[in-house]
């Protein structure tokens, strides 16, 4: 609960070009690792909200990473997040198209 409010409280605080977003990419990238279902997700809903598109490079192994995820609302948020990405910055998430098509459902 507390990671939740803390993300959503700096979503809220700091405008896209503050420098303390760029420190939070550090804490996302440790919680969207982590082995508690309910951190990955706060962070995968956390990033949707937080990350700009220079942003992106540094998550999007981690994102890709997800799209193997044992459990199905994980996958499904970070094929949100990516979706994100894409209207961010469509380049940057090009390639991913097979890796989402190989885990969408027939």
Known sequence: ??????YLCAGLCFSPDHEFRMMLVNRLQRDLQSANVLEVAVAL???????TADMIPAVLPIIANLLKHDQEIIRKK??????????LQPD?????????RE???P
Request: net charge positive.
């Open 92 to 100: 940057a998430v090009a390639h991913m198209g097979d890796k989402v």
């Open 103 to 105: 885990w969408w459902p």
């Open 78 to 87: 970070a094929v949100m997040l990516l979706h994100r990405f894409h209207s």
């Open 1 to 6: 609960m507390d990671k939740r409010v803390a």
């Open 45 to 51: 809903n956390a990033g949707a909200k937080l990350l």
